[in-house]
């Protein structure tokens, strides 16, 4: 008898900053922790400043708690249950405890005996859940994506003209798209009426947008909307069905499980850049078991790119001299993170862990000593993460000539 097989549907993507939510609840979980318990835990890997900014610090975090949750029960590794969907359901849920699944328990003891392999059947058990995670992760395995952005510059006509409603005129706008995208791709992404397909998303969106703040604010919120927007009708282009927010997470959640690494501060180009990291043959799914358990059957299919650190090395010494608009001496780090990345097509854990081992010496190059600065965290742009060293944040590097 043939088993039924999971059908690709429409989905729903956790919105979370960072899939460790979802390990760190599974293992709270284990732990008997309740809703609450839960909710303070993960506040506590915020990062500082966002902490001290929070208001309404009794329901802090509660939605990331539930979707956490969620999407452990839908991926089999926790017992289904009731969760609040509104805060002033909250006080109903906080003592709340959960159970986990034969599965949920089995993630854990795997993530006790080999953390690497715990992620890696965590990721099989994601994409076996999720259509939409599926359909841009084989997308990514035949190309890379560019999506350019879009300046004000761009937008036809200006603030007070934006005030009435999105400009009529599209024709400049998408020429810059079709331009920009095949500059960079070397091949044209046909979309027949890409400026009729904005319109309609536009117009929602305007409805939205306060067009009676203030002339900076509105133009910064202009440029976000049109952003958003061509993401969106590009991605139809692609042949992927999610909205700009759902995509953003599927980024993420991918990015953090070493699936694919993506970037917006390439110097070639003005746009975002996203690429494959591993490789995954996703076999057909049956619905007559939860993700968790299919992710635990067999070998590992779902595989890594290894970096070789000493390739990584030669390239991160390679590319700190080619990088234009070095000052005094000193490259941003995360600007060289992002060429390094892009151009071995590699994570970027693997560029920050041959930086951590050049710095600590573990890794020597025989021509160059590293030397990291504090410096340049204006420059950081919130796209971007970082290098760290323990808790300190470093934002530029040079090279300094061994004797």
């Known amino acids: 008898m043939n088993k039924p097989v999971r059908k690709d549907g429409t989905d729903t993507i956790p919105k979370l900053d960072q899939v460790n939510y979802l390990f760190e609840t599974l293992g709270l979980i284990s732990e008997q922790a309740s809703f609450d318990d839960i909710r303070q835990e993960l506040i506590r890997m915020l990062p500082e400043a966002r902490r001290e900014r929070a208001r309404a610090r009794d329901a802090m975090f509660w939605s990331n708690v539930r979707d956490s949750l969620r999407e452990l029960m839908k991926l089999g590794l926790v017992e289904k249950a009731a969760l609040p969907s509104r805060t002033n359901q909250l006080d109903a849920h906080r003592s709340r405890k959960f159970l986990l699944t034969e599965a949920g328990a089995k993630f854990l003891e795997l993530e006790r ?53 999105p400009p009529a005129l599209l ?38 947008l306060d067009t009676r703040q203030k002339a900076h604010a509105l133009s910064q919120a202009v440029v976000k909307t049109f952003n958003d927007v061509a993401i969106r009708v590009l991605l139809q282009g692609y042949g992927q069905r999610m909205d700009y927010v759902t995509f953003r997470s599927a980024v993420g959640l991918l990015s953090d499980l070493s699936a694919i690494w993506n970037t917006r501060s390439l110097r070639d180009r003005r746009g975002w850049t996203i690429w494959a990291t591993s490789a995954a043959t996703i076999p057909n799914s049956t619905a007559n078991r939860s993700p ?12 890594r790119r290894a970096a070789d650190h000493d390739a990584v090395r030669e390239a991160l010494m390679t590319n700190f001299f080619s990088l234009p608009g ?67 944040a470093f934002y530029l590097i040079t090279l300094l000539k061994r004797e």
């Open 171 to 208: 024709e400049g706008l998408t020429a810059f798209l079709g331009d920009a995208i095949q500059q960079v791709m070397d091949k044209e992404l046909r979309i027949t009426g890409l400026g009729d397909r904005m319109r309609p998303y536009l117009i929602s969106a305007w409805k939205r």
């Open 292 to 303: 968790g358990d299919e992710a635990l059957q067999g070998g590992v299919w779902f595989k």
């Open 113 to 165: 005996r080999d953390a690497w392999e715990f992620r890696d059947r965590f990721a099989q058990a994601m994409l076996i859940a999720h259509p939409y995670l599926r359909e841009l992760y084989r997308l990514l395995g035949s190309q890379e994506l560019f999506f350019p952005r879009i300046q004000k510059s761009e937008i036809p006509g200006d603030v007070e003209a934006w005030r009435s409603g």
């Open 326 to 392: 070095r000052r005094g001496g000193f490259a941003l780090i995360h600007e060289l993170r992002a060429q390094v990345c892009y151009r071995m097509k590699i994570h970027g854990h693997d560029f920050d862990s041959v930086l951590r081992r050049l710095h600590s010496q573990s890794l020597v190059d025989e021509s160059y000593a590293i030397n990291l600065d504090r410096g340049g965290a204006d420059e950081l742009p919130p796209s971007e993460e970082p290098f760290r060293i323990g808790g300190r």
